[in-house]
Each structure stands twice: as structure tokens, then as C-alpha cells.
């Protein structure tokens, strides 16, 4: 049971009692009657890992910055950032913004008068940004739900998000949210993950963690590589509004010192750690090790150099 909430689903199944009853009394067959009564149960099981799998708190924001960053999301944010039409440009919006990596890449790459707003929903991922920024540099940080934006209609001519929609529950939400908020002719630039096997250092993380757990092993690395289907994409933005919806597969490779940094960031650095750590805070730095002896096998103790595979979509309004 993800998040350790047996006892809260037992009081809950106490409170299911009465649709039991009342569902005994329709012709349906008892298998029947059973998944419609836990349905409510699944639904609050689902809310709780989603949850889970979206805080990014505590020491996670500095782990990621300093051992996931340099070598999963800065040579992307390098590609996403030269994407953004520099003309015309003068409102520029980032979702998920995280510990601003791409915000980074982003306010060197746009002129200083273009105006950029960086959100996420976790405010102790963007604190972790202020010290990349010099004084003059100026950004808006501002905590926000990429599917509920604090923001009029029409207000800005760039939406941009890197590896952050994977992790919104309601995308067909975030993604009209995104259209409400662009300006006519406005573009929206985000990323995700292709699928796991693409991306080496991903899986061999999920199956080595996993490989620690006999009985409902974490399911977090399930989340950044959810969501690749590209018609399953499009249909969602058509459905928003948007039009010109262009996909694109971008293959790049991962570079990285040390294995056991790639190791730390990893297990450390996203919200696998607290599901571990709530298990048992002990198994951290041997499931620590025990990923860096799996990276180490296959790519190498040093100079790592893993193959990770992204899917960046364009759409306009
Ligand atoms: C993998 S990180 C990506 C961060 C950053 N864009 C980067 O490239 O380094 C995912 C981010 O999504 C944020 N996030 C998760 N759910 C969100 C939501 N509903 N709205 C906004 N941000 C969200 C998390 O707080 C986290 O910072």
C-alpha cells in the first residue's frame, strides 16, 4: 500500500460498509459487487500517490539540483530554452520550473526586457534556484498548480514547461489552463520523457529499487516516464484548442563524473527517497550503493555516458 496508509483505508472500508449492503440488493454477481465498492477506495489510493509522487520537498530540491540536473535536465534545457521564438516574445511563462534549470538557460537565452514568470507547485524547488541568479537578473517566482494558474487570460506569448506535465494528474486540465493563459498566436513548448526503456538511467533506478521490495515496490519512476504516447498527446492539446501540434523525438546522451552521484541523485533526488524512507530510512544509502553498482556495471564507475531519449511538443493557439 503506497504511503504506508493501511490504517486510513481500513477505516475506510468500515465507511464503504453501507454501499456494500446496498449494492447486495442490485442482481449484480459478487465480483461485480466487490470492484464497485473498493472503486472509492482505489480512487483515494490513486490521490494519495499522486500526491506523493509530486512532493518535492525537504533535501530532495538540493540532491536534485546538484546530482539529477547536470546530467538529465540541463542538455535539455539547453534545446527546450532555443525553441522559444526570441521576436515577438515579450511574456514568457514556465510551469514546473523545479530548482529553475531551464528558468537558467531560459533568462540568458531571452532578451532582459522579455518578462519571465517561473512557477512550480513546490516552493522549496524554486528557492533552491535564487542563488543561480544575479541581482539584475530578473524572474518572478511564484508557487503554482499547472492546473490551476493565478494568471487573467491571454497574458503571456510562451508557455514552457520541461519534464513537469508527466507529473500533473489532470493534463487535459493543465492543458487547458496553458491555452487560457496564452495570448492568440501564443505557443506552448513542453517536454516529457519517452518510455523507460529509452531511458537507461531511469529504469535500472526503478528495477534496482524494486529488486528491494518482495511486496509493493515503489512505483514512483512509473510517473516521469508515463506519458509518451504521442496521439494520446496531440488529442489532448486538440481537444484544449490548440492547432499546429508538432511532436519531436530527441535523443541525447547523459554525462556524469561518477556513477555514485548519478547513484544519489537517483535515489535522493525526487520523492522515491521519502516512499523508501518511510519503509525503512535505512535502506536509503544500501539501495544508494546498490544503484551505483548497477550504473557501474553497465555504464562505467566514471565518465558515465547513458543514452535518455525525450519527446518535446509544440502547439500553438
Ligand atoms: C522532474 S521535475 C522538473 C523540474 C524542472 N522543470 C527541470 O527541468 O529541472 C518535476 C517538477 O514538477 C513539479 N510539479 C509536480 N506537479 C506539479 C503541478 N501540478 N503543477 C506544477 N508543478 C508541478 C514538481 O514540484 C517538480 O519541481
Partial sequence: MCGGKRVACLFLQIFLQPTRLALQKTGLCAEQRFQISIRPLAL??????VKEHTKFSGSIP??????????????????????????????????????????????????????????????????????????GEKVKWLEADACDLPFDDRKFDAVVCQ?????????????????RVLKRDGLFLFSVWDAMKHNKLGELAHRTIASY???????????????????????????AGFREIKTEVIAKIGQAKRAEDVARGLVEGNPVAVTIAKRDPSLLPVITDAVTAAITRRFGKQNIHAPMRAIVVRARV
Fill in 213 to 239: 521490495f518482495e511486496k509493493d515496490p515503489p512505483t514512483f519512476y512509473q510517473v516521469p516516464f508515463s506519458y509518451h504516447n504521442r496521439a494520446e498527446i496531440r488529442r489532448v492539446l486538440k481537444q
Fill in 163 to 179: 519534464f513537469g506535465i508527466m507529473f500533473v494528474a489532470d493534463k487535459a486540465l493543465a492543458a487547458r489552463e496553458a491555452y
Fill in 44 to 49: 483515494v489510493r490513486q490521490r494519495i500517490c
Fill in 62 to 135: 538540493a540532491a536534485y539540483d546538484r546530482y539529477l540536473g547536470p546530467i538529465l535536465f540541463q542538455p535539455y534545457a539547453e534545446d527546450l530554452a532555443a525553441r522559444v521564438p526570441v521576436k515577438k516574445t515579450s511574456a514568457v511563462l514556465e510551469l514546473a520550473c523545479g530548482t529553475g534549470i531551464l528558468t537558467r538557460v531560459l533568462r540568458t537565452y531571452l532578451p532582459s526586457k522579455v518578462k519571465l514568470i517561473a512557477t512550480d507547485l513546490n516552493e522549496p524547488m524554486f528557492r533552491q534556484a535564487a542563488a543561480k541568479f544575479g541581482k
